[in-house]
């Protein structure tokens, strides 16, 4: 404002010193009290709001700072977290694996045990069947023999007229018969 009107004031005069007279250049005791309240403020700022300002910069800084160093500690354990997790993984499906072809083996093993017990219970059975068969067919035959002994020996009484009661003679007449019963069943199969 002081400016201001020291200009209507020179503007009024009008003469010799508004020739002299500048506006845009600033009187000397303007420039004086300008510069005076310019230091004023700068020390102020100084002293005052730019340690304040400081100190809120360097807290913010170290919380920066902190929160960087956090974030890097937690992604270094994140990353060992992902690398024993990957670690574990690998290890656990190499144990399935090996867990697997462990199962298939035991059950190939198996498969093979059972088909040997098999194979052996059903030769085992084929040989008792067949020993039994044998022993049924020996019955059989002595049973059939006797039988046939005793029809052959009472029909050929009855034809000849004579009793074949002599033991000898009724065995080899029963043998004969046999013998060709024998001999035309082995020609027909």
Do not use: C
Not at 94 to 109: F, K
Not at 140 to 153: C, E, M
């Amino acid at each position: 404002m002081f400016a201001l009107s020291t200009l209507v004031v020179a503007a009024e005069e009008g003469g010799e010193h508004s020739s002299s007279f500048n506006p845009i250049i600033p009187s000397n005791y303007d420039l004086l009290w300008s510069t005076i309240i310019f230091v004023i403020i700068v020390v102020v700022f100084q002293r005052f709001l730019l340690p304040t300002l400081q100190k809120t910069l360097d807290e913010r800084a170290a919380l920066i700072e902190g929160g960087i160093s956090k974030a890097e500690k937690a992604q270094a354990e994140a990353a060992a977290a992902l690398e024993e997790y990957t670690a574990q993984l690998t290890e656990a499906r190499a144990e399935a694996a090996r867990i697997r072809e462990d199962a298939r083996a035991e059950a190939q093993q198996i498969l093979a045990d059972t088909r040997t017990k098999a194979s052996g219970e059903a030769e085992r059975i084929v040989e008792t069947a067949n020993k039994q068969i044998e022993a049924e067919r020996q019955q059989a035959i002595v049973s059939l023999r006797s039988d046939v002994g005793a029809l052959a020996t009472e029909l050929a009484s009855k034809i000849v007229g004579e009793s074949l009661a002599d033991d000898a003679r009724q065995q080899r007449v029963i043998d004969s018969f046999l013998n060709e019963l024998e001999a035309n069943v082995k020609a027909e199969g």
